[in-house]
């Protein structure tokens, strides 16, 4: 019964299924290991910017350009505050509100944007504290500039003067006529009163949506390992079942020819049996009416004489 697994056929789909269920789980496994390595490093990154506040500060250009390692470590820089603007929309400790992000002009001509502090809600401009005058040296955590749309950074556009939505070197060199650094300081304590923000972990670690990807392919994988495995124990049972049927007579019209063609034969043969044994008995019938008729039937001839002499005498 189990003889057609040997076809090409089945050799393709055996072929199919043992090469199929293997490299779907080293993918599963593959991206199972991506997730778990965004988690891992952003644990890292946690535990990275927490240790980074007790070490000494280091000079700016000494930790540019900004990676995940040198992200969230302590720097110093030195320059005077120049154009002030708020960033709406940003949430501390569960509370909606704004940043005050200022630019620090430094020795070299470019600004390096200093987030301040954090106010609740939306204040107007001229409630924000007003940044010191005259040189200042600045500490704090280095952070990447923000992407919009990524990691809760807001896109929008076509907000009021002296407002930006994002943190980034793209977004503020088209509202101030000088070049400013691919990177932002968050000072380690609130100025002027305000709520320091804290630093947050590198971009691209942590359960973000690219992790949240990879768990979800995870999931395909695995979940066509079973398809595969289902797919072929059905193609087995169906198989199997129309055996089962042909050897039973049962199989549907046109599915197996050889077997009609065959019971056909057998009725033909069983026909001609018949007439054959029809023959005999015609031959019996006709030599018992000739006997009983009180002929000799030896020839065509002498039966039908014995036709006219049977006649009766009128």
């Not at 089945?10 to 490299?23: K, M």
């Not at 070049?179 to 691209?204: C, E, F, H, I, Q």
């Not at 129309?242 to 050897?247: E, N, S």
């Not at 009180?294 to 049977?310: F, H, L, Y």
Request: hydrophobic letters at 40%; charged letters at 20%.
């Amino acid at each position: 019964m189990y003889r057609f697994l040997l076809t090409p056929r089945w050799w393709g789909i055996n072929l199919f299924v043992v090469l199929a269920i293997p490299f779907c789980i080293f993918m599963g496994s593959w991206q199972l290991g991506r997730f778990e390595d965004r988690v891992d490093g952003h644990r890292q990154a946690e535990e990275q910017v927490a240790s980074a506040r007790k070490e000494a500060p280091r000079p700016l250009d000494a930790m540019l350009p900004v990676t995940k390692e040198t992200s969230g470590r302590q720097v110093t820089a030195r320059g005077r505050y120049d154009e002030q603007l708020l960033v709406p929309d940003r949430e501390l400790d569960g509370e909606r509100g704004t940043y005050v992000l200022t630019l620090l002009r430094t020795d070299g001509g470019k600004a390096l944007p200093v987030v301040r502090g954090w106010l609740p809600g939306t204040p107007d401009a001229a409630d924000v504290p007003a940044p010191p005058a005259g040189e200042v040296s600045v500490t704090g955590a280095l952070q990447a500039s923000e992407t919009p749309g990524n990691n809760g950074v807001s896109a929008r556009g076509g907000l009021p003067r002296g407002q930006t939505a994002a943190i980034s070197a793209a977004s503020l060199v088209n509202l101030v006529p000088y070049d400013v650094y691919d990177a932002y300081v968050t000072l380690n304590r609130g100025d002027s009163g305000m709520k320091a923000v804290p630093a947050t972990a590198p971009g691209g670690t942590g359960l973000d949506l690219k992790a949240f990807q990879n768990l979800g392919y995870t999931a395909e994988w695995f979940a066509f390992v079973g398809f595969v495995v289902f797919m072929w124990f059905r193609l087995l049972r169906r198989e199997l079942e129309f055996a089962r049927d042909a050897q039973l007579g049962l199989v549907p019209d046109g599915a197996a020819g050889t077997n009609e063609t065959t019971g056909t034969n057998g009725t033909a043969a069983e026909t001609n049996g018949t007439a054959e044994t029809n023959g005999t008995a015609a031959e019996t019938n006709g030599t018992a009416s000739a006997g009983a008729s009180g002929g000799t039937a030896r020839s065509d001839k002498a039966g039908e004489d014995q036709v006219a002499v049977s006649k009766p005498v009128q």
